[in-house]
């Protein structure tokens, strides 16, 4: 059973950055694509961040272009997200998610942007 564990949320400043990490049980070799969705807080709605697709390209929202990068260290088993210029509409919930045989969800972390 794949099980995805995100760490690094909290509450910064408008300005500020935070490091997302995202740890797969088994690794990340296996996956097709790896992605950062996020979802704001009181909303259904889940949006996709950032994704590597096969061949390692990454793909990115058009809000966060410029500020977010997202990486993977395989040898860790490890997906980031490097966020900088944070803003306040950057506040949400943050998922990793990877897929393989299937879509595989991280519980997600909160990721808080105020003065």
């Known amino acids: 059973q794949v099980q995805l564990v995100e760490s690094g949320g909290g509450l910064v400043q408008p300005g500020g950055s935070l490091r997302l990490s995202c740890v797969a049980s088994?690794?990340?070799?296996?996956?097709?694509?790896l992605a950062w969705y996020r979802q704001p807080l009181g909303t259904n709605q889940r949006d996709a961040v950032a994704t590597i697709v096969s061949g390692g390209r990454a793909i990115y929202r058009e809000s966060v272009k410029g500020r977010f990068t997202i990486s993977a260290d395989n040898a860790k088993g490890t997906l980031y997200l490097q966020m900088n210029d944070l803003k306040p509409e950057d506040s949400a919930v943050y998922y990793c998610?990877?897929?393989?045989?299937?879509?595989?969800w991280g519980e997600g972390t909160l990721v808080t942007v105020s003065s």
């Open positions: 088994g690794g990340i070799s296996n996956f097709g694509a």
């Open positions: 998610v990877m897929w393989g045989d299937r879509d595989y």
